[in-house]
């Protein structure tokens, strides 16, 4: 098994703050309703900023924080699913703004579990070349799919972006991974309709981009599979829950983190939480919280830690990683 050894990480976030109580006067909501169900105070919202801006933000902070300069980097993978174009991609973009000029750039789009599933590519990648270095971010814009008048929904989503550069020269490692699909239960989580047209000639009427979501479902499939695959990912690398320092998982609901904690018999400790401030940023949140970890000096050398994301596609993805 060759290295995987993060050489830095970093975020980024739209300086526009949204509160609950700012929420509470375009919708029928409060702070109250809103923290007690999500755990949520506010959330970034991009006014300025974009998916791309953000990605390529992160990605710069990253070149500069690992003193490696743009033309070292071999592989780009952006992990989203609130891309601003269909084509090019996101990672394409941050490749061309940065002046990544020989790197290999591609999105993945696996929802909120796009960072676990992007870096699982990106450990592939790194394999199969020696000496080469690679940008694994997870960005999105998801306040483009939101209906600021659906408060099931509007209450949930932020901005952000996140990412890690990564070698394959170093004493990190990826311990074990698992990652998994529930295609068949893909219509609980909905967004970004793309409405074709049955007759020849007519405009295609976009009307369906918004956020669809059944909260139930979503929530019974995280606090039921998140365990599983966190669990199944231990058992391979050997490990005990006891060995892990955090587990970084997918901020998409406190109740969520604070469950899969329970269940697994984890002190909660071990699961930070940092939604209350940013909201579900999808693919960015665990590369988000990563970051914030990061900069804390909360993660030493040596130590193992786990990241878990879930939700559209219904997916779920599990990396445990020596740092």
């Known amino acids: 098994m060759s290295s995987f050894s993060i050489k830095a990480t970093a975020k980024a976030v739209p300086e526009k703050i949204v509160t609950n109580d700012d929420l509470a006067e375009i919708m029928d909501t409060s702070d109250e309703w809103i923290s007690r169900r ?191 695959s966190i669990k199944e990912a231990l058992s391979e690398a050997n490990l005990d829950a006891n060995d892990v320092k955090y587990f970084i998982l997918h901020q998409a609901n406190a109740r969520i983190v604070r469950n899969v904690a329970r269940k697994m018999k984890v002190d909660d400790q071990k699961f930070p939480i940092n939604i209350d401030r940013y909201g579900n940023t999808a693919a960015a949140s665990e590369p988000i919280l990563l970051s914030e970890m990061m900069e804390n000096g909360l993660i030493a050398k040596g130590d193992i830690i786990v990241l878990s994301g879930f939700g559209g596609g219904l997916t779920t993805g599990t990396m445990i990683l020596r740092y």
């Not at 953000?54 to 990605?59: G, M, Q, S, T």
């Not at 676990?116 to 960005?139: A, D, E, F």
């Not at 979503?218 to 599983?228: C, H, I, M, Q, S």
């Open 38 to 228: 999500t755990g949520i105070k506010e959330r970034r919202v991009a006014i300025s900023e974009t998916t791309t801006s953000l990605c390529a933000e992160v990605a710069s902070k990253l070149l500069d924080k690992a003193n490696v300069d743009a033309s070292q980097i071999d592989f780009i993978i952006v992990g989203t699913m609130s891309s601003d174009y269909q084509t090019p991609s996101t990672a394409a973009a941050v490749q061309g703004i940065i002046g990544a000029n020989k790197a290999i750039a591609f999105d993945i789009n696996a929802a909120c579990s796009g960072f676990v599933y992007g870096s699982y590519t990106m450990q592939s990648l790194l394999n199969g070349k020696p000496n080469s270095l690679g940008i694994v971010i997870g960005g999105e814009q998801l306040s483009k799919l939101i209906n600021w008048h659906d408060r099931t929904t509007a209450v949930l989503f932020g901005d952000g972006a996140g990412g890690m550069l990564v070698s394959n020269q170093g004493s990190g490692e990826v311990l074990a991974s698992n990652l998994k699909t529930y295609g068949d239960q893909g219509k609980a989580l909905l967004a970004g309709h793309m409405i074709g047209d049955e007759h020849f000639g007519k405009v295609a009427d976009r009307t369906d981009q918004y956020f669809h979501m059944d909260g139930r479902e979503v929530f019974n499939f995280a606090t039921k599979n998140v365990p599983n």
